[in-house]
């Protein structure tokens, strides 16, 4: 049986971690390839409905990355970020899902050494752990002919 690879869905703010994700490759630093990246204007427009459909349709692991806290485009929304990811953690426990399959990391547009070892430590810590429970119920639906 292959090694599992997780996969992750990460939620980047456009001014500062996707800026960051952008210099790690153009910088050639090497990090695993089991992220896909979508670029939000800030991380205090993300949704809690995102992340949860992320993990429901079977990502192992979300990531959501913002400026540090201070230094927001928009003033304050990576403080919304935060409150809103520590309140989805809060349900995640509450419903027995491991909320620390989502990941906050402040990332800055010249940091893509972090943003790089920021994904492999989550890769190596989510390989640690099993795949996502909805993971394979996905898979199967997916491949069916009830899916799209």
Not at 24 to 30: C, D, I, K, Q
Not at 45 to 73: E, F, M, Q, R, S
């Amino acid at each position: 049986m292959a090694e599992f690879e997780p996969r992750i869905i990460a939620f980047l703010c456009n001014w500062c971690a996707y800026q960051g994700a952008d210099l790690a490759g153009t910088s050639h630093l090497e990090y695993p390839p089991n992220v896909r990246i979508i670029r939000l204007m800030c991380s205090g427009a993300i949704d809690p409905v995102y992340i949860i459909n992320a993990l429901l349709t079977g990502a192992d692991g979300v990531l959501i990355g913002g400026c540090h806290l201070g230094t927001c485009h928009y003033q304050n929304g990576n403080y919304k970020a935060q409150r809103r990811v520590d309140i989805l953690r809060n349900i995640l426990h509450q419903v027995g899902f491991a909320e620390d399959r989502v990941w906050l990391r402040w990332i800055d547009a010249s940091e893509g050494q972090l943003f790089a070892s920021t994904i492999r430590e989550m890769v190596n810590e989510l390989k640690a752990k099993e795949p996502n429970p909805l993971r394979h119920p996905w898979e199967v639906w997916q491949g069916s002919n009830w899916g799209p």
